[in-house]
């Protein structure tokens, strides 16, 4: 039977840095439209994670409403998802905020989303989403849906995240992508390979930077952004290992 909770394959039932400000939960979609070899839940992003039961988690969003101030959406890629708008209108039917986490590549499916604040991942340059990203489209294609999803953050509440991982961000790199964080406020996250990723292999013989790069990367995005902060952990929520809570 079709369900509001349809593609959620994942749950994680307590968490306290996902949503700013906010005490929450967090709800995995199954799939991405990119593949990024930093990814932290491969088996969400292929979809080999089974879909979480429709029951337990209307009971739970039902439970937890007076012990938790929101919900977090994220994956894979919540907005390749038809129902989203629909699962958002029905978390919040429970008094809950709701986050979304996006790679911002489909900024129409957000027109619908009743969304309380909204997290966009810009990865690299768009010619780079195509070079290792497995994105579709053109760079142009690219650095516009990227554009109009950190437009509705200027206009509503949220923040841009960049994951600084070698040879994906790299110092040419800097100012088209500092150009993209025009008017809002940036994390800069360090890269992590202490959790499983999509692909180790792609960052043989690579570590992290240092952090003086980072200091340099902050320099130039704050020309654009409204703010730019460090963040110690990484990019997006981890699944936890126990699937019910």
């Known amino acids: 039977m079709s369900s509001v909770f349809d593609g959620i394959c994942g749950f994680n039932s307590f968490s306290g840095n996902d949503f700013p400000g906010a005490v929450s939960a967090v709800l995995f979609y199954a799939y991405c439209n990119l593949h990024c070899p930093y990814c932290q839940n ?19 969003l039902k439970r ?4 938790l101030d929101g919900i977090v959406i994220t994956g894979g890629e919540p907005t390749i998802h038809k129902k989203l708008p629909e699962l958002i ?11 979304l986490d996006t790679n911002g590549l489909n900024p129409v499916a957000l027109k619908n989303c ?41 206009k509503t509440k949220g923040e841009l995240r960049i994951t600084v991982a070698p040879k994906i961000v790299e110092r040419k790199d ?25 692909d180790s292999n792609f960052f043989d013989g690579v570590s992290s930077y240092e952090n003086e790069l980072f200091k340099e990367f902050k320099v130039c995005i704050e020309k654009y952004a409204k ?11 981890k699944i936890s290992a126990k ?3």
């Open 64 to 67: 937890r409403k007076y012990n």
């Open 174 to 198: 800097f100012e088209e992508i500092a150009q993209l964080c025009e008017g809002t406020d940036v994390y800069l996250q360090k890269f992590r390979t202490r959790f499983k990723i999509l």
């Open 114 to 154: 009743d969304i309380d604040y909204l997290a966009l991942d810009i990865k690299t340059t768009p010619k780079k989403y195509l070079q290792y990203l497995g994105a579709q489209g053109t760079p142009d294609q690219i650095s516009e849906s990227l554009q109009k999803t950190a437009s509705i953050i200027k």
């Open 89 to 99: 209108e029905s978390i919040k039917k429970f008094g809950y905020k709701v986050k």
């Open 42 to 60: 491969p088996d969400i992003v292929f979809g080999k994670m089974p879909q979480m039961d429709h029951e337990f988690l209307a009971d739970f």
């Open 243 to 245: 699937k019910y809570g």
């Open 227 to 237: 703010s730019v902060r460090i963040r110690e952990y990484g990019e997006n929520s």
